[in-house]
């Protein structure tokens, strides 16, 4: 079984920093891309930055200066720091990753995602 855990995340001031990290576990052969996405009440989900794993950077326009995405191969995690917080950035944010994982021999590839965490920026 593959995992993502999350952890980081809660309430900062507006001009505030946070920092979110995700680990996976299990059975993994490799990790391919890595991200994370956001969803705020009434909107669809999108991506926020992602990582390949050979950390090549993505991020989304309204982020671009103030988030950071990085990863640690041999961890298997992922983390997002986040300066400068704006209140527009509230959401719950969760990690993705696309993951060639075996099981009794059987190798696939699939998109896994973290348990989400929320982010709340006040004003």
């Known amino acids: 079984q593959v995992q993502l855990v999350q952890s980081g995340g809660g309430l900062v001031q507006a001009g505030g920093s946070l920092r979110l990290s995700c680990a996976a576990s299990?059975?993994?052969?490799?990790?391919?891309?890595m991200g994370w996405y956001r969803q705020a009440p009434g909107k669809q989900r999108e991506l926020v930055a992602a990582?390949?794993?050979?950390?090549?950077?993505n991020y989304a326009d309204s982020v671009k200066g103030r988030f950071t995405i990085s990863r640690d191969n041999a961890k298997k995690t992922v983390h997002l720091q986040m300066l400068s917080l704006k209140p527009e950035d509230t959401a719950v944010y969760y990690c993705?990753?696309?993951?060639?994982?075996?099981?009794?021999?059987?190798?696939?590839?699939?998109?896994?995602w973290g348990q989400g965490t929320q982010v709340t920026v006040s004003s």
């Open positions: 993705n990753a696309n993951i060639r994982s075996y099981n009794r021999g059987w190798y696939s590839t699939n998109d896994y």
């Open positions: 990582i390949t794993s050979s950390g090549s950077t």
């Open positions: 299990g059975n993994i052969a490799n990790i391919n891309d």
